[in-house]
């Protein structure tokens, strides 16, 4: 499993799902070009020390970003008000990316042409949408639920 973060504009919360990432062993994925400067720098405030400890890559551009992941042969998983399905009816597989959108404008259609799915939370009608840290977390857990990955509980 995957997350990844398609030009996002709030480096706070780019750091909370930096700092999820870390808490559940799940790598992260900044997809450039973001509404701030991408390092440890302007991450460290909502992410804290978790920073230090999560797996996180920075990818130049879309068509970087779509060049590893020909490599990688994940699926790619779209959140979207737009989308089709809501998240808690779709199978989720180990291997798939997790793909969320700025939080200003979400993902050109272009980036929704190529996603494998497209998914949606179902919220209350007349509201906008979630938080992306809030819509990560949500989704990261029923997919590692799903695919029995979460991190093994304490002793």
């Given at each position: 499993?995957?997350?990844?973060?398609?030009?996002?504009?709030?480096?706070?919360?780019?750091?909370?799902?930096?700092?999820?990432?870390?808490?559940?062993?799940?790598?992260?994925?900044?997809?450039?070009?973001?509404?701030?400067?991408?390092?440890?720098?302007?991450?460290?405030?909502?992410?804290?020390?978790?920073?230090?400890?999560?797996?996180?890559?920075?990818?130049?551009?879309?068509?970087?970003?779509?060049?590893?992941?020909?490599?990688?042969?994940?699926?790619?998983?779209?959140?979207?008000?737009?989308?089709?399905?809501?998240?808690?009816?779709?199978?989720?597989?180990?291997?798939?990316?997790?793909?969320?959108?700025?939080?200003?404008?979400?993902v050109?259609?272009?980036?929704?042409?190529?996603?494998?799915?497209?998914?949606?939370?179902?919220?209350?009608?007349?509201q906008?949408?979630?938080?992306?840290?809030?819509?990560?977390?949500?989704?990261?857990?029923?997919?590692?639920?799903?695919?029995?990955?979460?991190?093994?509980?304490?002793?």
């Amino acid at each position: 499993m995957i997350l990844a973060l398609y030009c996002p504009d709030i480096a706070q919360n780019a750091g909370t799902c930096l700092r999820t990432g870390a808490c559940l062993g799940v790598p992260v994925h900044i997809i450039e070009p973001a509404g701030f400067p991408v390092g440890n720098a302007s991450f460290r405030r909502a992410g804290m020390d978790y920073i230090d400890t999560v797996d996180w890559h920075r990818h130049d551009s879309f068509e970087a970003f779509e060049s590893w992941r020909s490599k990688a042969s994940g699926r790619l998983v779209l959140f979207t008000t737009t989308g089709g399905q809501p998240y808690t009816n779709f199978s989720f597989r180990p291997d798939d990316i997790l793909l969320f959108g700025r939080e200003s404008a979400g993902v050109p259609n272009s980036v929704h042409a190529v996603a494998d799915a497209r998914l949606l939370i179902p919220m209350q009608p007349g509201q906008r949408s979630l938080n992306v840290a809030v819509s990560a977390a949500m989704a990261l857990g029923e997919a590692l639920r799903q695919t029995d990955a979460f991190p093994s509980p304490l002793p």
